[in-house]
């Protein structure tokens, strides 16, 4: 690293390193952004330590990875609850409930609030409590893949990130 002293390079690996940690055990956690943490902290490392060419090219690659992860969960979760038989209508709500949830008792009430929207809008929509729970099974298997997908990026993420700082 460009003009950094040893225990300052050191400092900034290891605070970089625990965010990146951080970030992707995060995913657990619907609606925490752990892709977008992560990403943050390789831009801080970056703007700090310098990116070189070989830290442009693969925090590009990162950046897109970060756009890959925020999408994928969005897209599963509302692909599994649709093609459970939830409404459109439904897949918004709960979304919004979800941030609302969040927002408001972080950092457990956008996994009750979301599941819960559903289930209740479903059932109203539907009023047969089997139809409305496979909506709500739709979703979790939606959230179990994209939880796959999110932490596999992230994973890629941080090793992109290894190699920028060993090689770099």
Do not use: C
Request: hydrophobic share 60%.
């Amino acid at each position: 690293m460009t003009g950094l002293p040893e225990w300052l390079h050191l400092s900034l690996f290891a605070l970089t390193q625990i965010i990146l940690v951080v970030g992707l055990f995060g995913l657990i956690v619907p609606l925490f952004p752990g892709i977008v943490v992560m990403w943050l902290a390789v831009l801080v490392y970056g703007l700090i330590s310098g990116f070189g060419t070989l830290g442009t090219v693969l925090f590009v690659i990162i950046t897109l990875l970060m756009l890959a992860g925020t999408t994928v969960d969005n897209l599963f979760m509302g692909a599994g609850a649709r093609k459970g038989g939830a409404s459109w209508m439904t897949i918004g709500a709960a979304y919004v409930a979800g941030i609302l949830g969040t927002l408001i008792f972080p950092p457990v009430g956008g996994l009750i609030a979301s599941p819960l929207v559903v289930l209740l809008l479903e059932y109203r929509r539907t009023r047969d409590l089997d139809l409305a729970w496979q909506s709500l099974k739709g979703m979790a298997t939606g959230w179990g893949l994209s939880f796959v997908a999110r932490f596999g990026i992230g994973l890629v993420m941080m090793i992109l990130w290894w190699v920028w700082v060993w090689k770099g």
